[in-house]
């Protein structure tokens, strides 16, 4: 290290600081292969497990990715602006336009897993949706999201079976507008959302599905939908793989 850095900071941290800086400065574009282990040896004068820390704090952060045999990259992956007002008006999914269209503009979004079944209601589900009923019963959708060939997020939506048994909501393919626009036709259309964002690391099978790279952190969005008279008649988990998010909210003063 040049004897100008003085830090406190661990000398692996600090090389994985100047990395990140040459990434934000373009000196290192997307996809393209950062030094390695033996280059930054060399070019720092530390040990192997000092380098391979500096690379390892850049792949927790979701900046790079390693590649077997290859070495590190930077992610080639345009973060998703998701647009937490626009995305839910109702002249959004009232048009037979799918929510999930905000986000990935004029990208290829697949939703490449979908099941649907009827469950019993978990405890807090049920107090959410007020079903109240210890045997009460919820349609679940769960979907997984893929932007660009990249998993992004995962999503159970639970409604009250009563409500949705035997309706689109329980087909896999709900049509145009989604289960919003079915609600609507239903006499049961959302007119007001709450959304509560929260952060934590991913389990196992979350990591798996998102194909995360280790230390990357999900981002947890849990929505609830409520019809005219403030009747929840949704809720909607979501993991989110929050290095490919930036959450966006616009709104007057």
Same mark, same amino acid.
């Given at each position: 290290?040049?004897?100008?850095?003085?830090?406190?900071?661990? #000398?692996?941290?600090?090389?994985?600081?100047?990395?990140?800086?040459?990434?934000?400065?373009?000196?290192?574009?997307?996809?393209?292969?950062?030094?390695?282990?033996?280059?930054?040896?060399?070019?720092?004068?530390?040990?192997?497990?000092?380098?391979?820390?500096?690379?390892?704090?850049?792949?927790?952060?979701?900046?790079?990715?390693?590649? #077997?045999?290859?070495?590190?990259?930077?992610?080639?992956?345009?973060?998703?602006?998701?647009?937490?007002?626009?995305?839910?008006?109702?002249?959004?999914?009232?048009?037979?336009?799918?929510?999930?269209?905000?986000?990935?503009?004029?990208?290829?979004?697949?939703?490449?897993?979908?099941?649907?079944?009827?469950?019993?209601?978990?405890?807090?589900?049920?107090?959410?949706?007020?079903?109240?009923?210890?045997?009460?019963?919820?349609?679940?959708?769960?979907?997984?999201?893929?932007?660009?060939? #990249?998993?992004?997020?995962?999503?159970?939506?639970?409604?009250?079976? @009563?409500?949705?048994?035997?309706?689109?909501?329980?087909?896999? @393919?709900?049509?145009?507008?989604?289960?919003?626009?079915?609600?609507?036709?239903?006499?049961? #259309?959302?007119?007001?959302?709450?959304?509560?964002?929260?952060?934590?690391?991913?389990?196992?099978?979350?990591?798996?599905?998102?194909?995360?790279?280790?230390?990357?952190?999900?981002?947890?969005?849990?929505?609830?939908?409520?019809?005219?008279?403030?009747?929840?008649?949704?809720?909607?988990?979501?993991?989110? @793989?929050?290095?490919?998010?930036?959450?966006?909210? @616009?709104?007057?003063?």
């Amino acid at each position: 290290m040049s004897g100008g850095d003085t830090g406190r900071q661990p #000398k692996y941290q600090r090389i994985a600081a100047r990395l990140r800086a040459a990434i934000e400065a373009g000196e290192y574009g997307p996809g393209e292969r950062l030094p390695g282990e033996n280059d930054l040896m060399a070019e720092h004068g530390v040990a192997r497990m000092t380098a391979r820390q500096a690379l390892g704090v850049l792949q927790a952060e979701g900046i790079v990715e390693a590649r #077997k045999g290859a070495g590190v990259f930077v992610r080639d992956f345009r973060p998703i602006r998701r647009r937490g007002l626009e995305r839910l008006a109702h002249a959004q999914w009232g048009e037979g336009r799918s929510i999930w269209a905000t986000d990935a503009g004029d990208r290829e979004l697949v939703v490449d897993s979908v099941e649907v079944g009827e469950e019993d209601a978990p405890a807090a589900i049920a107090g959410v949706l007020g079903l109240g009923d210890e045997e009460a019963r919820v349609c679940v959708r769960r979907r997984r999201y893929v932007l660009d060939g #990249k998993p992004v997020l995962l999503a159970a939506s639970f409604l009250a079976a @009563d409500l949705v048994s035997g309706t689109a909501v329980a087909r896999p @393919d709900t049509g145009p507008g989604g289960i919003y626009a079915r609600l609507e036709e239903l006499g049961r #259309k959302p007119v007001h959302f709450r959304e509560e964002v929260r952060s934590r690391m991913p389990s196992g099978d979350e990591a798996e599905r998102l194909a995360l790279p280790t230390g990357v952190p999900v981002m947890l969005i849990a929505r609830t939908a409520f019809d005219a008279a403030g009747v929840a008649v949704e809720v909607n988990n979501m993991v989110l @793989d929050s290095s490919a998010y930036v959450l966006e909210f @616009d709104f007057d003063a």
